[in-house]
């Protein structure tokens, strides 16, 4: 299933990678993936891919959407009860 864009995620990531499974029901269409690694020299970094489908427009809405849920999720943690 390999063409000449990429190969299929458990491939490139292997069968220890797991994420949670999506809603029943529905069916994944494209996807952006960012993972943490090790390099070659052992260095930690940062490798982003997306499918081959996706847009600029597309990948920057959904990873902002995705900031901004994750920015509130963290804020509410430290939030005080009378802090509302």
Not at 15 to 39: N, S
Not at 46 to 51: G, L
Not at 66 to 73: G, K, S, V, Y
Request: glycine share 10%; with cysteine.
């Amino acid at each position: 299933m390999a063409d000449d864009y990429g190969q299929p995620i458990g491939r490139v990531l292997g069968d220890g990678f797991v994420v949670p499974p999506l809603l029943e029901g529905w069916t994944a269409l494209d996807g952006i993936v960012l993972v943490k690694c090790l390099d070659s020299e052992g260095r930690s970094a940062w490798a982003f891919r997306e499918t081959e489908s996706l847009n600029e427009e597309e990948i920057i809405g959904a990873l902002t959407v995705q900031l901004d849920i994750m920015r509130e999720r963290t804020v509410n943690m430290y939030r005080g009860e009378d802090d509302d």
